[in-house]
């Protein structure tokens, strides 16, 4: 199983509002190679680490892809690049956040890549979409599953599905 985390919190020009910006940018994972099996629902959720800056929206997809990690996480933060993301200051406002957090369960750390992705058991706004789309996924290193997971977390920040 192949996770991505996907978030924002700014409006883009061409797409509008993040939540429509985050549905351009999944249907964009098709041009490489990156198909979608499963979506969770959207979430708001607080900036982390608390700030006055707007709320994310955020998702958990499952994908398929014969791309090997790193091809994946250079697709990923091309297609970032592409709708206006600019990487510079850490935990700064985006239109886009496309976080590869887990490859097969594979243990990866290197200059580029930590698998799984290094804090998500730290964040509730990927734990609580993950739970939807993968509800028997395990920690690959801790070992832990989500239910465990989910509850090491204070309640704050908080994350909770938008309203429909």
Excluded at 96 to 118: K, M, S
Aim: charged residues 25%; proline residues 10%; glycine residues 6%.
């Amino acid at each position: 199983m192949i996770l991505i985390g996907i978030g924002g919190n700014l409006a883009t020009a061409r797409y509008g509002a993040p939540r429509e910006t985050l549905t351009a940018a999944l249907a964009c994972l098709a041009e490489r190679r990156i198909c979608i099996l499963a979506r969770s629902r959207w979430y708001r959720s607080e900036p982390v680490p608390p700030s006055a800056q707007p709320w994310f929206a955020n998702a958990v997809a499952v994908v398929e892809t014969a791309l090997d990690p790193l091809a994946l996480l250079d697709a990923l933060l091309a297609l970032e690049k592409g709708f206006g993301r600019v990487r510079g200051q850490r935990n700064a406002p985006r239109p886009l956040d496309l976080d590869l957090l887990d490859y097969e369960g594979r243990l990866v750390d290197t200059a580029r890549l930590a698998l799984p992705h290094p804090r998500l058991h730290e964040r509730r706004f990927v734990l609580a979409p993950l739970a939807e789309v993968a509800p028997g996924w395990r920690h690959p290193r801790l070992g832990l599953g989500l239910r465990e997971l989910l509850a090491r977390l204070p309640a704050e920040p908080r994350a909770e599905p938008f309203p429909d």
